[in-house]
C-alpha cells in the first residue's frame, strides 16, 4: 500500500468512526484498530487527531460531488426534483438505520461546542457547499421562481430544513418527523413555483 492509499485508508475510517461514535468519543487507537494501520504511518499524515478531523473535514468538501450529489441526482434532470431526490437520500439512510443516522457535518457542528478556527471554517465551507448545490438547482429553475427571488436564501433554508429534519428524526427514532417537514418545504416551495405561475398570467 503505498503512501496515498495508506493515508486515505485513514480518513476513510475515521469518517466512518466519527459517524458512528462520534468525534470526541473516538480515539487515535480505535482509528488505528480499524484501519489496520501503524501508529507511525498515521502520525506521519497526522499529528493529531484533530489533523485527522481537518483531513476528514477537507475530504467531505471536496467530494461533495462525487459522494453526495452525483449518486443522488443521477437521471434526475430537473433542478427542483433534485432538491428532493438529495434529500430522499437522507431519508434512505434515516430508514436503513433506523432513525440513528445523522447529517455528518451537522453531527459535528452539535458536537463540537468551540472548534478551532480551521475546523470551523472547514464545517461552515462543507455548509456553504452544499447550500449552493440547492441555490444552484433554483438557479436553474429561474424562470419558474418570481423575479427578486433570493435563491441563495432558499438554499441555506433548504439545509435548515434537512437537518432539523434529520436531528428530530433521530431524536424521535420517527422518521414521521422528517417527512412532515420535508412536506412543508415541498409545499412551500410549490407554492413558490405556483406564484411565479400566476405572476406571469397578470
Known sequence: MNAADTRHRILMTAMELFWEKGYLSTSVSDILSRSQVH???????????????VGVLELYRDGIDEMLLA????????PIDRIFALLAGYRTHLVVT???????????????????????????ANFSNWSSAIAGCF???????SDGTDRKALGEFVLTVMEGAVMQARTYRDIGYFDRNIAVLRDYITSLLNGAKSDSFA
Open 39 to 53: 501508529s507511525g504511518s498515521l502520525y506521519h499524515f497526522f499529528p493529531g487527531k484533530q489533523d485527522v478531523l
Open 71 to 78: 449518486p443522488s441526482w443521477q437521471g434526475v434532470d430537473d
Open 98 to 124: 433506523d432513525c440513528t443516522y445523522g447529517c455528518p457535518i451537522g453531527s459535528l457542528a452539535l458536537e463540537i461546542h468551540e472548534p478551532d478556527p480551521q475546523v470551523r471554517e472547514l464545517m461552515a
Open 139 to 145: 438557479d436553474a429553475a429561474v424562470e419558474r421562481l
